[in-house]
């Protein structure tokens, strides 16, 4: 298997084999009382799941097929974007809404193709082992050099009253179907990390999306 | 990690067997407009038309960014049989791809006359697994009746895709070059493969 890269900041001339591929990285920065108290390093992601390839079909062939695997284990249907309806809509998904977007769990389960949810999600709120979940920040990708960067961040707060160790993380995307206006949630990348956000701590969960050419 | 191939194979139209095959090909490819338009529909935010947020479409200019409300649907890539503007595309350029292109270099038109190509329909496979790979086929079949030899150095990949609410352009996400010749009556099929592992 190929060694997983890390990098304390991405560099301008990646690897020979990014050239030609989209990939997926990751980083956690620790805050505390408004400062940063730890900086992560970036982290190449394991991480495309098979429902990443189902919603880009639906785009590419605009398709409506029971393809993709829902986060209850659901075949699904998943489609090219209709009246309401968002393709890849994931990073808008508001504070402590726990269902879509970047969020993090607790099992170390390595990851496969198959992934359709995160082993243990850790769910909103201020109780034991809790995190309050924020809302995301995301930027228009911007071209560097040769490469293109989409940058999407999450922030996780721990008002739990105890340390959370965190050791998974995924990003899931809603749709709403066009008929019938079901919400489905669905797995688009996961990755395992291995990181603690003290009690108190604020956490910056980072995905970003790099084209190399 | 997602990886983008792609391959051409070249057979005598009344044959099945290919007697030209690239084979599998690493692409250097996508461009800033595919990332661009995954962001807006993952943060569900519109981009304006310039070089901040916007789409670059094939005459150089900037285009509104626009998720996907509309019900064509985002980077529709299944163009019909004849039609140059999306799809799988082909040319003789030979600039080497950057990210931001948004236009075959010299694009390869539809047509019976010298140095022009049939188009077929562009092909979009449901995604299947490949071995330890998961893999999404994109290809466009193309025939030579032009009574020339022709040359191909360049491949892309455009996508059909709303810039407004109403209104709709091409966009190119892929760019390669790569060299094979399809003779004069010969058939080529060109595929793009979308791959995770």
């Given at each position: 298997m190929t060694e997983r890269l890390t990098y304390d900041e991405l560099p301008e001339?990646?690897?020979?084999?990014?050239?030609g591929s989209l990939s997926l990285w990751t980083r956690v920065n620790i805050h505390r009382d408004g400062k940063l108290i730890e900086k992560g390093k970036w982290e190449e992601g394991h991480s495309f799941v098979k429902n990443f390839l189902y919603t880009l079909y639906t785009c590419f062939g605009h398709a409506y097929d029971y393809l993709a695997v829902n986060t209850s284990g659901s075949v699904e249907g998943v489609e090219s974007p209709a009246v309401n309806e968002y393709t890849f809509?994931?990073?808008?998904a508001a504070a402590?809404?726990?269902?879509?977007g970047i969020l993090l769990g607790t099992d170390n389960t390595a990851v496969t193709l198959?992934?359709?949810?995160?082993?243990?999600k850790i769910a909103h709120?201020?109780?034991?082992?809790q995190l309050s979940y924020g809302a995301h920040s995301n930027n228009f990708a911007q071209p560097d050099g040769s490469n293109v960067d989409l940058v999407l961040i999450r922030l996780f707060t721990n008002s739990s009253g105890g340390d959370i160790t965190v050791e998974e993380m995924g990003l899931v995307c809603y749709q709403v179907e066009a008929v019938g206006g079901l919400s489905k949630y669905y797995l688009l990348a996961r990755d395992l990390k291995n990181f603690t956000i003290t009690d108190g701590d604020v956490a910056y969960v980072e995905y970003r999306l790099r084209t190399t050419i | 990690m997602m990886e983008l191939m792609h391959r051409a194979k070249v057979r005598r139209i009344?044959?099945?067997?290919?007697?030209y095959d690239s084979g599998l090909m690493k692409s250097r490819s996508f461009t800033l407009n595919l990332l661009r338009i995954i962001g807006v529909n993952m943060t569900r935010e519109n981009g304006a038309g310039?070089?901040?947020q916007g789409l670059v479409y094939t005459n150089g200019n900037w285009a509104a960014n626009q998720n996907g409300?509309?019900?064509?649907?985002?980077?529709?890539?299944?163009?019909?049989?004849?039609?140059?503007?999306?799809?799988i595309l082909l040319g003789t350029g030979t600039t080497s791809p950057t990210v931001s292109d948004y236009v075959m270099e010299t694009l390869i038109d539809?047509?019976?006359?010298?140095?022009e190509l049939n188009y077929g329909s562009t092909v979009v496979e449901i995604p299947s697994v490949d071995g330890t790979d998961f893999v999404l086929p994109v290809w466009r079949s193309f025939s030579n009746t032009s009574g020339g030899n022709i040359t191909v150095q360049e491949i892309g990949l455009m996508v059909h895709h709303y810039?407004?609410?109403?209104s709709v352009l091409n966009f190119m996400i892929a760019h390669d070059l790569l060299n094979f010749t399809i003779n004069d009556g010969d058939a080529a099929t060109v595929e793009y493969l979308v791959k995770i592992s």
């Open positions: 001339e990646m690897p020979e084999r990014f050239q809509r994931a990073t808008d402590a809404n726990d269902n879509y198959s992934d359709y949810v995160l082993g243990t709120g201020v109780a034991a082992t | 009344d044959e099945d067997a290919p007697y310039n070089s901040e409300i509309n019900d064509y649907g985002i980077m529709s890539a299944i163009a019909l049989a004849g039609d140059t503007g999306y799809g539809q047509g019976a006359g010298a140095g810039y407004s609410t109403s």
